[in-house]
């Protein structure tokens, strides 16, 4: 708050649970906070990943942390929940699951053995990825590499046919090279690519610090706005590039076609009522509708909270919108948020009046950050104390948890095997050095050094 409001995170400790329930957790929160003198009664917001213990409705920790703190508004982790739209769309449809599974073949095939994997270097710039469940940018990482660089996979993969002893391996590399160049294969391929790309822009987003809840409301409505004309034309343009793909790897695109129609056991789906000759048709319907539709679906069922949030502080950047009706009883809603039995952050008519009066802003459509900036750049907090008081509490709701997923990546770091039995308190406090360490080097090492040794001193003085 020194020259512009700016959104800060701090690292404040690992801690040991010896209990994962959600009861368990929640203690250990709550005694963790007493112990560092900071009262949770000021908290005003959480957010956890999406697991059964953190976010269950009424054992999860969220659940027992509103019971103590009604103000501490949970959001679930928008990149953590954007990952599981991911995964329920790969388990919508079988030629999904299908397609997955030759892709994590083509990474198994040629990483099993140095040598293969030598093979896929001198064709390839950009190698195969294995993608995983829980890591976020892992799928569309693992079919970049197919997407443009699929003619050069399927040479790999022949040659390493024809260089190969062991029989099992040339079997597999000659169906997944068969499979690879395969019209099927090539469609879902630029589909998932599609999908996958813009899902990982928007979680890229969502996982900055400074990311705020209104900001990251407006990415995900955008994201579904885009899928929702993608499954409009996106079919007919992947058809398009599967055919220029096809053309790179010298296989006509007709020929492929016809075989495509003539293999009917790839596709599951048959409507008793309409039954669909066509295979091309027959893979838009079962494959191409169903995952765009589940990731649709998916994008509205797993944000529904973060939306439920965001429409409590919707006043403060709609009010522009609203008659003074309106506007009195959404601030009394907010205002009713953020009360407790002993009192309330704000006052809803207070508020009310001061947005009613609020100077023209330089912009029509500015984020709460802006606005919160505009008005401690006017020296205006004193006169509108009630909106800079909701303002900081929008800005600093949290939206991801993506640095405290970082924080585990220091804890490998620092705890490796030859620090094995470092103790816990040790681990945090190099933890906090190193996670905080724009903060460190604000510290005087002479007056810590002088501190420490006037501590540890053995000398007594007469």
């Not at 250990?28 to 697991?51: A, H, M, W």
């Not at 982790?77 to 739209?85: F, I, K, T, Y």
């Not at 220029?244 to 076609?257: F, G, I, R, T």
């Not at 996670?435 to 501190?451: A, F």
């Amino acid at each position: 708050m020194d020259k512009e409001p700016t959104i800060k995170e701090h690292f404040l400790g690992f801690l040991v649970a010896s209990e994962t329930t959600g009861l368990g957790l929640s203690s250990l929160i709550l005694n963790r906070l007493t112990e560092l003198n900071i009262p949770f009664d000021d908290c005003r917001g959480q957010s956890y990943d999406n697991g059964a213990n953190m976010k269950g409705r009424n054992r999860g920790v969220q659940a027992r942390l509103l019971e103590k703190n009604p103000c501490a508004l949970y959001v679930p982790c928008g990149a953590h929940s954007l990952n599981l739209v991911v995964a329920d769309a790969a388990k919508a449809s079988t030629d999904a699951i299908s397609y997955f599974g030759n892709v994590q073949k083509l990474y198994t095939l040629f990483s099993a053995a140095p040598q293969r994997w030598a093979i896929l270097k001198e064709h390839v710039t950009i190698a195969l990825k294995s993608w995983s469940d829980t890591r976020w940018e892992s799928r569309v990482n693992s079919i970049e590499a197919v997407r443009y660089q699929v003619s050069n996979i399927r040479e790999a993969l022949l040659e390493v046919r024809e260089k190969v002893t062991d029989p099992l391996t040339k079997v597999e590399a000659q169906s997944l090279a068969e499979e690879v160049g395969s019209y099927r294969f090539l469609i879902c391929t630029v589909v998932w690519y599609d999908i996958l790309n813009q899902v990982n822009h928007v979680s890229k987003l969502l996982q900055s610090a400074t990311m705020q809840l209104d900001v990251a409301v407006d990415l995900l409505i955008k994201a579904k706005t885009s899928l929702t004309s993608y499954r409009d034309n996106g079919f007919a343009a992947a058809q398009a590039s599967a055919k220029d793909m096809c053309a790179e790897m010298n296989v006509e695109a007709v020929l492929k076609e016809k075989r495509l129609r003539s293999t009917k056991k790839h596709f599951a789906y048959e409507s008793p009522d309409e039954p669909i000759q066509d295979a091309m048709k027959r893979l838009e319907t079962a494959f191409f509708n169903v995952v765009v539709d589940t990731t649709i679906g998916s994008l509205n069922a797993r944000f529904e909270t973060l939306g439920e949030v965001r429409a409590k502080f919707g006043v403060l950047l709609d009010f522009k919108k609203l008659d003074a009706v309106e506007l009195s009883n959404q601030c009394d809603k907010l205002c009713s948020t953020l009360s407790t039995g002993d009192g309330g952050d704000i006052d809803g008519k207070e508020l009310a009046a001061e947005m009613s009066k609020l100077p023209s802003l330089p912009s029509d459509d500015t984020t709460a950050l802006e606005l919160l900036s505009f008005i401690h750049k006017k020296h205006l907090k004193e006169l509108y104390p009630n909106l800079w008081i909701a303002l900081r509490i929008a800005c600093s709701l949290p939206v991801t948890v993506a640095s405290a997923e970082r924080s585990f990546s220091k804890l490998k770091l620092i705890k490796t095997y030859l620090r094995s039995s470092m103790g816990q308190d040790r681990l945090t406090g190099l933890a906090i050095m190193s996670i905080n360490r724009e903060i460190g080097k604000q510290l005087s090492y002479e007056d810590i050094v002088d501190d420490f040794a006037s501590k540890k001193a053995r000398k007594q003085k007469f």
